[in-house]
């Protein structure tokens, strides 16, 4: 029998929780490798039943217990992936009893839609976000820029344009984002771009190691000026001495994820998210 | 003293894994109105005594305890977290110590970076998904199509772009979308728009509810051919009727959020994530 250690991660609705929470385990213990497997919508005990035949099928196959992590409410659902031959940790399991007694009252034990649609007008508001994400990137129009959450600027390729889509689709912003342009930045740091200058608040900058630069640039415009690495330092220095001057705040995207860097932003910035 | 029950979100972290825990909680006790709050990137014993400050201050001013919502990898940030006058659920608590007894192996106790960039490579074709959905946004190019892991295509405002978006962000999946146009559904069924047909394979069609379909369009253009409900029904009956001829699987989005969409297109098309 292999010693492959198989990790199951189930779910009731996307399995975006679980997964998040089966990661964050796992990545504990980095030094074993495990066989994961995602499998949303396990919501009724038929389809509980089948998964546990395939548990069972892996615990059988292997000389080690399949580890399954799972966010499943209905206590009938859980109960049925609880007969499996693995090691079944459950969210709910672990949580909700020690809830309802400090609430005193019991869980609804609705399947949870934290990532469907619960709310109508929050969804409508993070989809109009996304489109006014897109409609103002990359400086393409300063039409109702004034609607704007937060206004990220960076010199080309610092990591703008993810930034922004994650920010709408997480958490509902409204982030417009503009390229600081050698042109810009010839102006000599003393003045910010024309179409910034009303919205000096709502400026949020990103700056990025110039080597990380050039290497981002080269596969775009291999061995262009554009590209060079002394363009790149000089870009990125020009665009960190204007958010200096103007009292900007910014951030480095050199190593963080657009996720850290969306969570970094609304902590300094204190906007309210839509979602 | 008020009876408001306050919920905080304690990270050390960007606090997404916090958050969905937190959140699929509380959702169980939807009669109960909590007041939320998060609290990313709580990561040092200072900030953590500092946010059992914040908690104390709250448990002083409510009748009720606070409840504390974490995901803290570092033993002693999370040992502080616990001296608070609340009730403090963490997730690493909850499991690790299960873990590691099923595992014969201690835990590496290493702040997790699942959202942040642990896998350089993982990471860029992540971004470089981000970018192919940008550029393959509306049927915009067919250029480099072939690279597509994924193409969705529906009636103009039937939720392709966020969906495409979203794929690419969370997943590193490179979806590429196409809007059925009048001109495209007028063929009679009987054909793929031209730029589709090498692409058979990668198509996944998305539908709406013609009401709801009726509702969005009169917001962009009100009162027009476009947004009127007899032409929203016979675009969605064309499109669906394509769908079907063509044997290609589709969803409906009317009461689906990007994230309950993505992992349903995942699961029926079996496409494999990158991230």
Known sequence: MSQIRYAFIVSDRTGITSESMGQALLNQFSHIEFRRSMHPFIDTVEKAEKMVAIINQAAEESAVR??????????????????????????????????????????????????????????????????????????????????????LVGVSRSGKTPTCLYLALQYGIRAANYPLTPDDLELGSSDLPRMLKPYKQKIFGLTIDPERLHHIREQRRPNSKYASIENCRSEVREAESLYRQHGIPFLSTTHKSVEELAANILLETGIKRRS
Not at 80 to 97: E, K, P, R, T
Not at 118 to 138: G, I, Q
């Open 66 to 151: 399949p580890l399954i992590f799972s966010s499943i409410v209905n206590d009938e659902v859980r109960e049925v992936i609880h007969q499996s031959n693995g090691l079944h940790l459950d969210f709910f399991d672990a949580f909700i009893g020690i809830l309802e007694e400090e609430l005193q009252t019991e869980a609804t034990n609705i399947v949870g839609n934290i990532h469907g649609i619960t709310d109508e007008e929050k969804y409508h508001a993070r989809m109009e976000a996304v489109n006014f994400s897109l409609t103002h990137d990359d400086g393409s129009t300063d039409k109702d820029m004034r609607k704007a959450d937060v206004i």
